[in-house]
Structure formats: structure tokens, C-alpha cells
């Protein structure tokens, strides 16, 4: 005689609502990483001390306390405003933003006097100002997770976020050069000497959600193919209108901004959120000869016309071989190959670099900086770092139910990698040098709170994605469900 199988304890009996022990153990997770990224931080810190001073002082650790307190923070919002969110965004981007704080601190004992290095003050120079940066960003993204409770409210002022993200585009480009020009590109508002900031940063957040608005409701006619080459569907003429003002668009940003970078940027994020919605590899392929056809017509007039052309024509000329100008217009590039090269495979060690011979190692090359230092190994581990945060980005997207969500969370995923690709491919030689920041990593406050305010959107919307629902028995069923096709759901966008 067999005894009777006792039954499992329910929700019901147990007294713990629906989703509670999910919510608790994706937070409880959040945690743990998040100790470990700042423990990393820390240990970074002290390595780069032991290095450049022979020793390691008293307060090594107090950036990466301060850090960690101010992501702490942040944590708590989520706990409670988005328990369902995914457990592993902000530990990565935490690590990346120390690392960054942590680097910059390097840079800042480098420039200073060898025998007053180790009485540097700990909230000193860049990597002081970047901790402030740091704090103003996590707050704005806490703010928005306050704000934002439901991602798809946003829809509700996609044309006002559209007309303000091309307006934020094109300020720079009307503005005089000595109040928008760094470095040859015109992507800048500068107050002074002293503060200046990159509107772009956050244009691309702002018009990532009006295509995402735009396409959710216009993508059955945008699906429509008119014939049929080499086995792919091509949409019909007329529904080119769209994609052919924002490559002209993007083109404008590339000759009077005078960077390839934010246009590629711009450009590919709208391309990749009309293939998501559409399905058809057909606008990826439209969008790639469109795009370089663009940029090798600008190349040629900037050969033949010079003018607003000049710039790009300079850079491309600079990419195609820098070692002919080695001690000039090459010497920055040449100087970031160099870096990488004599990194090898694990680096000088933190702290051990030359950094400080890279013009604008704090900006656009701190990527060339830490691999001298940190090796092949350390940037893949950096680059897996990055890949993780996309996949989880467009997890999100697949996860969630609405369209809307769709969009966002898998345009705002492939905009941050596309980012990353910029400005690593512009170092490595493999497309020309932009003037794209390194998401987390570079000093700027711009590009810092709005990567940030990318991270609370993603945050937000795998909350939804997660978030149980009862069913109608009762039951409770994650929000996120099986993913669905984007092509066959509603066309309208699902308000809150």
C-alpha cells in the first residue's frame, strides 16, 4: 500500500501572492552582481595604485563605495517600481561605468606630478567629474522609472519627442563652429570653455520612440511587396517616402555636422526598427546601399567640391592610410593603432600604459587607452560585456506582448550596439574615426545620462515583459508570454 502523495504548497495556501518569489529572486540576483561588479571595480583601483605608486593607499576603495552606493540606490527603485525588470542590466552597465570612473582616475595620476600622486584626492579631476556625471545620470534614470510606470505611455507624445529630435539634431549644425565644433565635428552647444554638451546623445532617444510610434502604425502598408528579385520582396515605390527623407536627413547630419558616425547612427537605428516591424530583409538592404551609396557620393564631391564636404573627404583619406601623415592629421589614429598593438593579448597591466600619449584618450580613444593596459583579452571581455546588455535588450523585446514595446526595447538595443561598433570599428581602422562616445566608459556627461536613460526605458520595458497577469481562471501567467510574431499583431498601439 502506497502512502498518499501529499500536495505541493499553492500560492493560495501559503499566504504569497503571484510573481513575488519571481520579483524577489531576480532582485536578490540584481544584488549579488552588483556586489561582484563593484568588488571588480575596487580590485581595478587598487591594481592601478599598486602600479604607478608602489603601493596602495587608505582610500582606493572609496570610488568604487561611492559607486556602489549610488547604484544602490537605483537598485532600491527597481525593487520596487520594476521588480520583474531583468536582474543583470544594471550590474553590467555598473561595471562598465566604474571601470570608466576607475580608468579616468588613471589618467588623472598619470598627469600629475610623480611625487604628488598618491595625495590626489580622490573626487579630483576627470574621474571626480565623472562621478558627479555618474550620480546626476542614475538619478535621471530613477527619475524616469518613477515617471515611465508603463512603457507604452511614451507613445502618447511620439510627435512631440519626434519634432524635438530633430530639432536637437540640427542646433549644432546651425550654430557658428566656435559654439558647436570639437575636433573637426559639429555635434556640440558650447557654454564657454568650460561645459559643453552633445544634443544628439539624446535626440536618438526621442526619435527612437516616434519610429517606433510611426512604424507600429504604418507597417501593414510597409509590408507590402511589389516584386520579387533574387528571392527577396521588395516594397512597392511609393512606400519609399519615409526611408528616403531620413537618409537624406542622416546625409544632411553627415556633411554639415561633419560626422559619419551620428549619421550612420541615426540612419541604421530607423533601417533595423523598419526591418523589426516589417520582417523584410529587403528595407536592410535598401537601407545599406542607400546609406554607403551616400556616403561614397559625399566622398567624391568632398574630392571634387571640397566645402561642407572637405571634412568627411579628410577623414576617409585619414582612414584609408593614416601612416601617411604619421606626426599630423594620421598621428591620432597611428597612435591608437600603436596602443592596441603594444597591449598584445594581456596588456601592460592597469596602470602600466602610456595612455596619456593619445590625443583624447578620455573621449573618443579610451578604448585605445585600456587595451594598451588591459590587452585583447580584457576589450573582448569588455565587448562581451556590451553584448550581453544588447542581448538582454532584445530578450526584452521578444518577451513583451505590445508592438510598441517591441520597437523600443529592439531599437533601442541595436542603437547601443551599433554605438559601440561605431566608435571601436573608427579606433580599429576598420570604418573612419567618429566622433561617437564610448557608452559608459568615455568622460561626458551627454552621452552618460543618456545611455543611462536608455538602460531605465530597457528596464522598464522587460518589467512588462515579466510582470504576471491573472489569467482568467485565476492563474497567474507572465506578461511577457510566449513571443509574439510582430507581423501579425494589432496594428494600433496598446495604451496603458
Not at 158 to 165: C, K, N, R
Not at 320 to 335: C, M
Not at 354 to 364: A, C, H, R, S, W
Amino acid at each position: 500500500m502506497t502512502a498518499a502523495a501529499t500536495p505541493a504548497a499553492s500560492p493560495a495556501t501559503t499566504g504569497e501572492q503571484p510573481g513575488v518569489r519571481l520579483a524577489r529572486s531576480r532582485r536578490n540576483a540584481e544584488l549579488s552582481l552588483l556586489l561582484l561588479a563593484m568588488v571588480l571595480v575596487a580590485a581595478y583601483g587598487a591594481t592601478v595604485e599598486a602600479t604607478m605608486l608602489d603601493t596602495v593607499t587608505p582610500d582606493f576603495w572609496i570610488p568604487a563605495a561611492a559607486l556602489g552606493a549610488v547604484f544602490l540606490g537605483l537598485h532600491l527603485v527597481i525593487r520596487f517600481l520594476a521588480p520583474f525588470a531583468d536582474p543583470a542590466l544594471l550590474p553590467a552597465v555598473a561595471l562598465l561605468n566604474g571601470l570608466g570612473v576607475g580608468f579616468l582616475r588613471r589618467l588623472d595620476l598619470g598627469e600629475a606630478v610623480p611625487t604628488e600622486r598618491e595625495g590626489l584626492a580622490v573626487f579630483a579631476g576627470t574621474g571626480g567629474r565623472q562621478l558627479a556625471w555618474t550620480l546626476v545620470s542614475v538619478i535621471l534614470a530613477a527619475g524616469l522609472l518613477v515617471i515611465l510606470r508603463d512603457h507604452r505611455s511614451a507613445s502618447r507624445y511620439a510627435y512631440t519627442l519626434g519634432l524635438a529630435g530633430i530639432v536637437l539634431v540640427m542646433i549644432p549644425a546651425v550654430l557658428p563652429d566656435r559654439f558647436s565644433e570639437i575636433n573637426g565635428a559639429k555635434l556640440w552647444i558650447k557654454f564657454g570653455d568650460t561645459f559643453s554638451i552633445q544634443p544628439g546623445e539624446f535626440a536618438k532617444l526621442a526619435l527612437l520612440v516616434f519610429f517606433a510610434y510611426y512604424l507600429v502604425r504604418k507597417r501593414e502598408v510597409l509590408s507590402l511587396a511589389s516584386r520579387r528579385f533574387l528571392g527577396i520582396d521588395f516594397p512597392r515605390g511609393r512606400d519609399l517616402g519615409p526611408v528616403v527623407v531620413v537618409w537624406l536627413i542622416s546625409l544632411l547630419v553627415l556633411v554639415f555636422e561633419k560626422d559619419l558616425g551620428t549619421s550612420l547612427l541615426y540612419f541604421g537605428m530607423f533601417v533595423v526598427t523598419l526591418y523589426i516591424a516589417t520582417e523584410r530583409v529587403s528595407w536592410l538592404i535598401i537601407g545599406l546601399v542607400l546609406f554607403f551609396g551616400g556616403a561614397y557620393l559625399a566622398y567624391i564631391l568632398g574630392d571634387l567640391v571640397g566645402g561642407p564636404f572637405a571634412n568627411f573627404y579628410l577623414r576617409a583619406e585619414i582612414w584609408l592610410d593614416p601612416f601617411a601623415d604619421p606626426h599630423n592629421d594620421g598621428y591620432q589614429l597611428v597612435q591608437g593603432l600603436l596602443a592596441l598593438g603594444t597591449g598584445g593579448l594581456f596588456g601592460a597591466g592597469p596602470g602600466g600604459g602610456q595612455p596619456g600619449l593619445l590625443p583624447e584618450v578620455q573621449n573618443d580613444f579610451i578604448f585605445a587607452g585600456l587595451g594598451e593596459e588591459i590587452g585583447l583579452f580584457g576589450l573582448s571581455a569588455l565587448l562581451v560585456i556590451y553584448l550581453l546588455i544588447v542581448e538582454r535588450g532584445l530578450r526584452a523585446a521578444l518577451a513583451v506582448r505590445d508592438s510598441f514595446g517591441k520597437l523600443v526595447a529592439g531599437g533601442l538595443a541595436f542603437t547601443l550596439g551599433l554605438q559601440v561598433f561605431v566608435i571601436v570599428g573608427g579606433i580599429s581602422k576598420l570604418i573612419p574615426l567618429t566622433g561617437q562616445t564610448t557608452p559608459f566608459l568615455s568622460a561626458g556627461g551627454s552621452s552618460l545620462m543618456a545611455n543611462w536613460l536608455l538602460i531605465a526605458v530597457l528596464l522598464r520595458v522587460s518589467d512588462g515583459a515579466h510582470r504576471p497577469v491573472t489569467g482568467g481562471g485565476g492563474t497567474a501567467r507572465p506578461s511577457g508570454g510566449p513571443p509574439e510574431q510582430l507581423h501579425g499583431a494589432p496594428t494600433e498601439v496598446i495604451r496603458p
